[in-house]
């Protein structure tokens, strides 16, 4: 899993919140009466990310009885009071030293194997415990937890999903069997993205009944999920208090990970590529990488369910697919126009987008357009063959300094020439999205929707009812079903500044078959998906089309393994003023190199987590702002 194994990492020793005398270090003390009876110690974090310690504090009589590992407490820090998790009981109290008493019980927290975790996950991450008790700790004070439903799984006969869909051909029923038997690490189920994943999660369910924790994309994903499975009778937590209390099945987004489970029988991660499962916040932890750690230190299995999933996936899981004809049944019909063909005077609205468009107008599905700007590069294209300025080593795009095409990846150079046709004056292409939703009004003659972001959380804002939208990939999380989806210039995704811009693109082809549902088995029956690209032979398009997504891990993992990028080596990226004497005194470090990137950035790379986060654990943080992102994609 990249991480060290439970107990490995020694605890923090505890701090000293005064040094009075002789008073030893790692004890919150006073001198006088002593408060409490005196009988029962323990060791609190303080809910401040700043301070990484912990301090001794006695327990009050009162409430000796509901004070336990992960319990929230009341302590006053400085003269201050904060809020703390208690992280030991039974601590054995310095010699000679008088300790502070908790000044209050605020209710319910993590159980220990949460805390356990946490301290795993800020060695993993690099970041603070209390950032990871703060995840899995209730929003607001719980006293009491409610009774658990009286719920049992139908019996074996009375499993009908498990004989539809996905399930029901290909061996496929067996393959989960052999994934829910299997508890040394996680495996991985390559579901098309046609299928529908509620029998599967059904499935699951019914084979252990209760503890069973789905790991989805979004909150609305996890409502709707939730919502089907209460409607076939399964008892789902609504909140954090029936998911300690012991309901039977936890669904839930990101932070969902750190759900308070006392008994954990099987973790499912549906999606389980989703960039949403990483937190872009400081600390970078990942969702599915946090559940298998956690279900491999309670012994359950851990099942990751997607249809494209990522090379460190492949390459740490076991991996079952379906059978080719199923496969590929579940992907979208593709349709590929290569733009270096096309009449430049159109533009991104070729005359193969209009007919593709025009086929799609009609029903009650909109038509997607999507172009997508977070994220990408600037790129430059030959004014007269409109091919694109690639570094031959990596295939990134190149940008121009001065009278040279630079690659920002590996720093290969060469002239301002194209490497097709010799001539030296290069276009930048930058497109828009508004412009091109005025274009597309005025060429389809129909109304046509803008989508700028994703929904707010907590609202009830819907994408207007349109014939048409365009937006960045925001709209494709935003719209249940497609008539068809456009990408007008796909290789913003294909050339994006990542390592993982491959797999990214992936993904979003993906989610566009997720929305127009599998490729009809008629031939010569229309494409649901067209791609604009000045690259129609690129490996992401070839995957797409055969319905293969193992043909782009395979060439991931080669190129991956010969620029020793993850999984075959570990990353961390520090920035900030204070990056710079990071790095100086990690590069010191046996097994961690550091590579400036320029403006405060940084590139820590060792060659597994073990060594990477054993030298961040090591190594003092400098005075100054600073950031570490370790497992980043931005690179």
């Known amino acids: 899993m990249g991480g060290n194994s439970a107990g490995r990492r020694p605890a923090a020793p505890a701090g000293a919140l005064t040094q009075t005398g002789a008073m030893p270090v790692g004890s919150a003390g006073r001198t006088g009466d002593r408060s409490g009876t005196g009988d029962l110690v323990v060791r609190v974090l303080p809910d401040i990310a700043a301070v990484h310690k912990t301090f001794d504090y006695t327990v009050p009589a009162k409430w000796a009885d509901q004070v336990r590992p992960g319990a929230r407490v009341r302590i006053r820090l400085h003269g201050r009071p904060v809020g703390a998790w208690v992280t030991e009981t039974g601590v054995e109290p310095p010699d000679g030293v008088e300790l502070h008493a908790l000044s209050g019980y605020s209710g319910l927290g993590p159980p220990p194997a949460m805390v356990a975790l946490a301290r795993w996950a800020a060695w993993r991450w690099a970041g603070p415990t209390s950032s990871f008790l703060g995840t899995a700790s209730p929003r607001r004070n719980v006293a009491r937890l409610p009774v658990p439903p009286m719920w049992a799984a139908p019996a074996e006969r009375a499993r009908p999903a498990e004989r539809a869909g996905l399930l029901g051909a290909g061996g496929f029923v067996d393959a989960l069997g052999s994934a829910l038997a299997r508890t040394e690490g996680p495996s991985l189920l390559r579901v098309p993205p046609a299928e529908d994943l509620l029998p599967l999660v059904e499935a699951v369910i019914n084979r252990r009944a209760r503890g069973v924790l789905v790991l989805v994309p979004s909150a609305g994903w996890a409502d709707r999920l939730a919502a089907r499975l209460r409607l076939r009778g399964v008892p789902v937590a609504a909140d954090w208090a029936q998911a300690a209390a012991g309901w039977p099945v936890v669904v839930g987004s990101r932070a969902a990970a750190f759900s308070p489970l006392e008994v954990l029988s099987a973790v499912v991660v549906l999606d389980a590529h989703d960039e949403a499962y990483q937190e872009q916040r400081a600390p970078t932890f990942n969702a599915w990488e946090v559940v298998a750690e956690r279900a491999h230190r309670d012994g359950a299995p851990c099942v990751l369910v997607s249809p494209c999933p990522s090379a460190v996936q492949v390459q740490r899981c076991v991996e079952w697919t379906p059978e080719r004809s199923i496969e590929r049944g579940g992907w979208p019909a593709l349709s590929v126009v290569d733009l270096r063909v096309s009449d430049p005077r159109t533009g991104l609205l070729t005359e193969e987008l209009t007919r593709f468009a025009r086929n799609a107008l009609g029903g ?45 990846g590996c720093g290969e150079e060469r002239p301002l020439v194209c490497a097709a046709c010799g001539r030296t004056k290069l276009k930048v292409l930058r497109p828009g999205v508004s412009r091109l939703r005025d274009e597309l009004e005025t060429l389809l003659g129909v109304s046509v929707g803008e989508v700028a972001g994703a929904r707010t959380r907590g609202t009830d804002e819907r994408v207007r009812d349109e014939p048409v939208l365009i937006g960045t990939e925001a709209v494709l999380h935003r719209v249940r079903a497609a008539a068809a989806v456009a990408f007008l210039d796909f290789d913003q995704q294909l050339l994006a500044p990542r390592f993982t811009a491959g797999e990214e693109a992936l993904s979003l082809l993906a989610r566009a078959g997720r929305l127009t549902g599998r490729r009809a088995p008629e031939v010569g029956a229309r494409a649901r998906v067209l791609v604009q690209t000045r690259l129609p032979d690129h490996e992401v398009l070839d995957a797409a089309r055969l319905g293969d997504p193992g043909r782009l891990s395979a060439h991931e993992l080669t190129l991956r393994r010969e620029l020793a990028l993850p999984p075959f080596s570990a990353l961390a990226l520090a920035t900030g003023p204070a990056a710079d004497d990071l790095s100086a005194a990690l590069g010191t470090l046996p097994g961690i190199t550091a590579a400036a990137l320029g403006d405060e950035r940084w590139m820590i790379r060792a060659v597994d987590h073990q060594v990477l986060c054993d030298a961040l654990a090591a190594t003092p943080r400098p005075a100054g702002r600073l950031r570490v992102a370790v497992d980043p994609t931005e690179v």
């Open 364 to 408: 009650d599905r909109p038509f997607v357009c999507v172009l997508n700007r977070t994220g990408r590069a600037k790129l430059l294209a030959c004014a007269a063959c409109g091919e694109l300025a690639r570094c031959e080593r990596c295939g990134r795009p190149l940008s121009q300094i001065a009278e040279r095409l630079v690659c920002p």
